[in-house]
């Protein structure tokens, strides 16, 4: 069935479809279509008077065994993230829509942008690992929407859906018959009559769940350093295992939750690497160049962060790396290669607008072939 | 008395601290309401009060400063169940820094009761004074004793809706008091006046905590005693998916493009710039093609410039942008002005379709000037504009884009409909 639609009404109908229950957001330009139809389809919808009401009311429901999203946009989220740490603690499930727009600060509310990987990557103080997915085209708001919600619920973790203005408000033709069924995610609670200790891992390190109002065992949440029981601790080993324990569950699980697309061109010694927004610009880039004969390979990481040893192990076979995305500095690039990257690996960058293909298409052949 | 809900005889508190008071009158009111002990959830916020979580064999959580009573909101809603009691403890610092989460939670009546621990002075970081500090008491970041008179925060989220408000001393059996309002359904919050027997006696030597009050002014009463007004989460499990049959675009007529096409449109906000857009779109989907379309327009929405950027592709679209338009269609001066550097830019191969009522600017683009404004109304001139543009392009059939306009509120207005059906020839 044909219709011309947006990617927020793919998120949204994803999410629910997902399993997820509850909406609670407060509006912010790009991310206002992730509210509208929130609210005309999720189970329980919530309009909260800030961002840090907004996450704290999340993590309430989530402690109470729902599963909520919000959307929100970089001015909001930075409301959020002491929140955000605190439901990382805790260890609550919920979605986070991240739609980016042009900063800082309040920058350009209409224009999109890529500018906050940076930030995610070091949102937790202490540089833990938090899952970071983002779309790359429609399908994407469709199956990254299902996977976040699913990666929050398996991982017992708050996760980042990371996309930008363009993505969830362009209108796009779209046949709607192309995309996968979504089949609720399945909750699993903590079902033995021996006493429930709320932080003890399971084989891969996600501790099993209760709702802090089950009638069968006490619960415990704190957003401090604590032992296993929730006990608020300060620095015994116990408490400090348990910080780390949390972090290695997001890191040794990434293959649960590891999504990329790599278009291979054994021809090609150049790799293009994009992702968000400018994953498309890549991809008809790549396009165009094979058509003049030129071959190159494209890879668009969708699972950004934690930053898995494969993404490194791919792009070390080729000897040019082409890497585009719409902010200033080369966030992305940096995340993968520090502050000073190899003389193979160059960069197309932008700002207040999307990246044209012409402009990758003019690096590659500056650099490759 | 034999504990239930308090499992240990040591209190984590300062010798004479009426956190200790709190607890052990939370633990005796509990009883004589006669709660399950996993009927209760208690939230704390962060300060002194805060670390008792450990002595309750509750369930606990254990937040953000501040934000306790919004994660209690979270927690109230997601439960959804008033036989739950959920009661925070929260300091007067923690409730002047989440003052607003107070007053939302007493307004949406979520189910909880609040307890204020007032020791006026935030008691974890040395002492500083908080808005709930009253007229003269001096703290040790402030020796010579506050200026203003304290919120009086009974007082607040009274107004704001509570169901049942007091503030009481924290001397003595409060039992009573507490069980008082934990019985409530809705919101009720108790303010518990005490004094920080490490910060607030060294400041003000010799201060007994009745005098402080009475001097102050600082009433002991109840507040608010209202019917319970509780907040019921609504749950909707007959909503429709957002992909209603309604959305279908039939393909039934044709095209003649071999290529991509690109349209900016630039008008002026308020003037159907976005409709015309859209109906030009669907046109194109119901003749087989791929279409996008990208609105730009000032965050005021209703004033200044409208414009969009149009696709139409018989090949699936990857980029949706388009730094080169192919055709560039303007209606009013706000458009000008929003597409200029696109005309400065556009090459011989672009077309320019242009309202004759404005300035034709310097281009290399072939113009086409008409009198859309003039003939149709400056709301109907993007669309007749892409009528026009139809009609010497003939890229998709006329009868989608017809069938566009005939299904739109702009047909309605009969005379408008019948001078486009005599301009264009449909």
Redesign the interface.
């Known amino acids: 069935?044909?219709?011309?639609?947006d990617g927020s009404?793919l998120m949204?109908?994803a999410l629910v479809k997902a399993g997820a229950e509850?909406f609670?957001g407060y509006p912010i330009?790009p991310a206002n279509n992730l509210y509208l139809?929130s609210g005309?389809?999720?189970?329980?919808?919530?309009a909260a008077?800030?961002e840090?009401?907004t996450l704290?009311?999340?993590?309430?429901?989530?402690?109470?065994?729902?599963l909520p999203v919000t959307a929100t946009s970089f001015p909001g989220f930075a409301l959020m993230l002491?929140?955000i740490n605190?439901a990382y603690m805790m260890e609550l499930p919920m979605v986070i829509v991240l739609v980016q727009r042009l900063g800082p600060a309040t920058g350009t509310?209409?224009s999109g942008a890529q500018g906050d990987i940076a930030l995610l990557n070091g949102m937790l103080s202490g540089g833990y690992s938090i899952p970071v997915i983002s779309t790359s085209e429609a399908n994407d708001c469709w199956e990254m929407a299902e996977n976040a919600l699913k990666t929050a619920v398996e991982l017992r973790t708050p996760v980042i859906l990371l996309t930008s203005k363009?993505e969830v408000?362009?209108?796009?033709?779209f046949d709607?018959d192309t995309l996968k069924e979504i089949k609720a995610v399945e909750r699993k609670y903590y079902s033995s009559d021996g006493k429930f200790i709320p932080y003890k891992r399971d084989e891969r390190g996600v501790p099993e769940f209760l709702?802090?109002?089950?009638?069968?065992?006490?619960?415990?949440?704190?957003?401090?350093t604590h032992n296993e029981n929730?006990?608020?601790e300060g620095i015994t080993p116990g408490a400090l295992n348990n910080t780390i324990s949390i972090n290695k569950k997001i890191e040794k699980n990434i293959d649960s939750y590891l999504y990329y697309d790599l278009e291979k061109d054994d021809a090609s010694d150049t790799l293009l690497v994009s992702y968000g927004i400018t994953a498309?610009?890549a991809?008809?880039a790549a396009?165009r160049l094979r058509k003049e004969g030129r071959p190159v390979s494209v890879f668009i990481p969708k699972t950004l962060l934690p930053i898995p040893d494969k993404y490194m192990n791919i792009m070390s076979g080729y000897s040019n790396i082409v890497i585009a995305e719409e902010n200033h500095p080369g966030l992305y690039r940096k995340l993968l290669f520090g502050v000073k990257a190899p003389t193979n690996v160059h960069s197309v960058n932008a700002i207040g607008?999307?990246i044209?293909?012409?402009e990758i298409i003019e690096e590659v052949k500056k650099h490759g072939n | 008395m034999e504990t239930k809900f308090i499992n240990t005889d040591t209190l984590p508190f300062c010798s004479g601290c009426g956190h200790t008071t709190i607890s052990r009158n939370t633990e005796k009111a509990l009883q004589k309401i006669g709660l399950n002990l996993l009927d209760v959830i208690l939230v704390t916020d962060i300060g002194c009060h805060g670390i008792i979580d450990k002595a309750f064999d509750t369930h606990t959580v254990h937040g953000l400063h501040g934000r306790s009573v919004a994660l209690a909101s979270g927690i109230s809603a997601g439960v959804n169940n008033p036989d739950k009691k959920v009661i925070v403890y929260i300091g007067d610092g923690g409730a002047s820094i989440g003052m607003q989460h107070l007053l939302d939670a007493a307004h949406n009546g979520y189910n909880m009761t609040v307890v204020v621990h007032n020791n006026m002075l935030y008691g974890m970081t040395g002492g500083q004074p908080s808005e709930l500090t009253p007229k003269g008491f001096k703290t040790p970041t402030l020796p010579q004793g506050a200026t203003h008179k304290g919120y009086d925060i009974c007082g607040l989220v009274a107004t704001a809706g509570a169901s049942y408000v007091s503030r009481i001393t924290g001397i003595g059996d409060i039992s009573d008091q507490l069980a008082e309002a934990f019985s409530r359904t809705g919101f009720s919050l108790v303010e518990v006046m005490e004094i920080c027997p490490s910060y607030g006696v060294k400041s003000n030597p010799g201060i007994k905590l009745k005098t402080l009050i009475e001097e102050a002014g600082i009433e002991i009463k109840v507040y608010a005693d209202n019917e319970p007004k509780a907040f019921e989460t609504q749950e909707r499990n007959d909503l429709p998916s957002l992909f209603s049959p309604s959305l279908e675009i039939k393909e039934e007529f044709t095209h003649r493009l071999d290529k991509p096409v690109r349209l900016f449109l630039s008008g002026t906000a308020g003037e159907g710039v976005q409709s015309a857009a859209e109906m030009f779109i669907r046109a194109g989907m119901r003749c087989g093609l791929q279409g996008t379309k990208k609105g730009s327009y000032p965050v005021t929405v209703g004033v200044g410039f409208s414009a969009s950027n149009l696709i139409l592709s018989p090949e699936p679209i990857f980029y949706t942008g388009a730094p080169r338009p192919d055709v560039i269609l303007v209606t009013s001066e706000d458009g000008i002005k929003f597409a200029r550097k696109l005309i400065d830019n556009a090459g011989e191969e672009a077309l320019l379709i242009i309202d004759s009522t404005l300035e034709t600017p310097k281009t290399r683009a072939r113009v086409v000037s008409h009198h859309f404004r003039e003939h149709f109304g400056g709301r109907n001139a993007m669309i007749t504009a892409l009528f026009e543009y139809l009609r010497q392009s003939n890229i998709i059939s006329m009868d989608a884009l017809k069938k566009q306009f005939m299904d739109s509120k702009m047909a309605a207005n009969t005379k408008l409909k019948a001078l486009i059906e005599e301009t264009f020839g449909i």
């Open positions: 069935m044909q219709a011309l639609i009404r949204t109908e509850v609670i330009t139809f005309k389809r999720f189970k329980t919808f919530l008077p800030d840090i009401t704290q009311w999340m993590s309430g429901f989530a402690a109470a065994g729902k002491e929140s605190m509310a209409t363009e408000m362009t209108q796009f033709s709607l709702p802090v109002n089950n009638d069968r065992h006490q619960v415990r949440y704190t957003a401090s929730g006990i608020l498309n610009a991809r008809e396009v607008r999307m044209n293909p012409d």
